[in-house]
């Protein structure tokens, strides 16, 4: 059985984890912005961004593949074929990374002019398609950790060790050299010594779980692989359609209403994004454990587990969504007095998100079952319903009727997630422990973020945003408080 306290606990670290990479990478985005200027900023985000979309293309879906099969390969006991699902998660990964590498090499000079890209971006290009495999592998061998139990591994390179080593590359970069293009070399860096660590653990710690090396026979090595990219492959699919829903409101927002309605759009789609770490946080931890509860058949788990998650995720992303709904003028304000225009539409995107946590980890109890085709299919629905309401809208509404289109397609998503789910093995969210959970963060957080706001009325920003800093400490001292007493109390009965 899964131990409540230790899900606790490696959240919080997970989550601190991926706290410390999004604040270096903003150190990041802040020292290349004030130290090179607008213009060069925006030719690092062309890149990089065509990297990271080129890396998750080139991935197959193998990272959630590879964890998946892991954790219930070890679950069941099936210790013989770790080696086996390593091989045939890694190679294909490898070679189609080689494969697109190779290319973008070969069509650097076209993808530079068709990127407006001068002689020394296109060199830059050639670097960037080098790093492509190492890239792509180590969310793979990364994944693989995961399966294998070994949480701390993923913290420690993929949230620690690369974010460091790119804040250090970058500044010497800018510093000593003052261009876009060695900064970029600096961001991707740092992926070739990650990699090489990524590969390393995993060999340790399958040589720990699979001493022995085995080799399948051919009828059993065809049905390991194709039960495995049956999966992965729709999952990878899955991927790009997410990136796609990251950036298709705001290209549609900037094609639509011009660059500066697209600049403040897009400042409020990343402030709401910020509350995905602690998802992010709880998918890394959860998918493992649900893993191994779906493969054995232990059902009650499976439901133990989601709950738990679902109630943890109310406590502790509902805060922040309510905080920046209740101060969205204030907030956007720090960047500037034109960005406050977009609070209508942080208010729309906030409760959208907060009623996404509200249904609890679905996507990663739906990939867990196995059913990555059906998560793919839902969000091609999730895309074409952004897509269309955003054309419909946005000429209506402005920045608001795209807030209000990515709303709805999250919606959507949610509903069919949360219908699949329950339909696979039976688990849905709790009304009960849904309002029990959401009492606290809404007497407290909503109702002291309420009295703020109408007590500081007419006080300056920092005021106002200083006594919510103020209700949410007291919040997160209480929250703490209820989390160690819930703990004891499971810890009693497992005793």
């Not at 890209?117 to 790093?131: C, E, I, K, P």
């Not at 034109?338 to 995107?349: C, D, I, K, W, Y």
């Not at 919040?475 to 109390?489: K, T």
Request: aromatic share 6%; with cysteine; glycine share 12%.
């Amino acid at each position: 059985m899964s131990d409540p306290k230790r899900l606790g606990r490696e959240s919080l670290l997970t989550f601190g984890g991926i706290t410390v990479n999004a604040a270096l990478a903003f150190v990041v985005t802040w020292m290349i912005g004030s130290g090179l200027g607008a213009t060069a900023t925006g030719e690092f985000f062309q890149l990089t961004s065509w990297f990271m979309i080129a890396t998750s293309v080139v991935g197959l879906g193998a990272d959630t593949g590879l964890m998946r099969a892991l954790s219930r390969q070890k679950s069941l006991g099936e210790h013989r074929l770790l080696r086996p699902t390593v091989r045939t998660a890694v190679l294909p990964v490898l070679g189609v990374g080689v494969l697109v590498g190779g290319a973008t090499l070969a069509a650097a000079p076209v993808l530079g002019s068709w990127m407006g890209l001068d002689a020394d971006g296109v060199d830059t290009l050639r670097v960037l398609a080098l790093a492509l495999a190492p890239g792509a592998l180590i969310g793979v061998l990364l994944g693989g950790s995961r399966g294998l139990g070994r949480i701390s591994t993923y913290t420690l390179i993929q949230n620690l060790l690369i974010p460091v080593l790119r804040l250090g590359a970058v500044a010497l970069a800018v510093v000593w050299i003052g261009s876009a293009w060695a900064a970029v070399w600096a961001w991707a860096a740092p992926l070739l010594l990650a990699a090489a660590l990524a590969a390393f653990a995993l060999r340790r710690q399958i040589s720990r779980d699979a001493p022995v090396p085995v080799v399948l026979d051919r009828v059993e090595s065809v049905a390991q692989r194709r039960a495995f990219w049956a999966f992965s492959l729709p999952r990878g699919g899955a991927v790009i359609l997410e990136r796609a829903l990251d950036w298709a409101d705001v290209l549609i927002v900037i094609a639509l209403l011009g660059p500066a309605a697209g600049g403040v759009y897009g400042v409020v789609t990343r402030i709401v994004q910020a509350g995905s770490m602690l998802e992010a946080a709880m998918r890394i931890v959860l998918g493992p454990r649900m893993s191994s509860a779906v493969a054995q058949g232990r059902t009650g788990e499976a439901r133990s587990l989601f709950h738990r998650v679902t109630s943890l995720l109310i406590l502790s992303s509902w805060p922040f969504y309510i905080a920046i709904a209740v101060f969205a003028r204030d907030l956007l304000g720090l960047f500037g007095e034109q960005f406050r225009e977009g609070a209508t539409a942080l208010v729309v995107l906030a409760v959208a998100m907060g009623l996404r946590n509200t249904g609890g980890a679905l996507q990663t109890v739906l990939l867990m079952a196995g059913r990555s085709t059906s998560q793919l299919m839902n969000k091609a629905v999730q895309l074409t319903v952004l897509v269309v309401l955003c054309l419909v809208l946005v000429p209506m509404w402005g920045i608001v009727g795209a807030a209000v289109a990515y709303a709805a397609g999250v919606v959507v998503d949610t509903l069919l997630a949360g219908i699949q789910v329950h339909r696979a093995i039976g688990v849905r969210a709790d009304a009960r422990e849904v309002v029990r959970s959401g009492a606290l963060p809404v007497l407290m957080v909503l109702g002291g973020a309420l009295a703020v706001s109408a007590a500081f009325a007419d006080a300056s920003t920092f005021a106002r945003l200083t006594g919510l800093g103020a209700v949410l400490a007291v919040y997160g001292v209480v929250l703490l408080s209820v989390l160690r007493r819930g703990d004891g109390r499971r810890g009693g009965a497992h005793a």
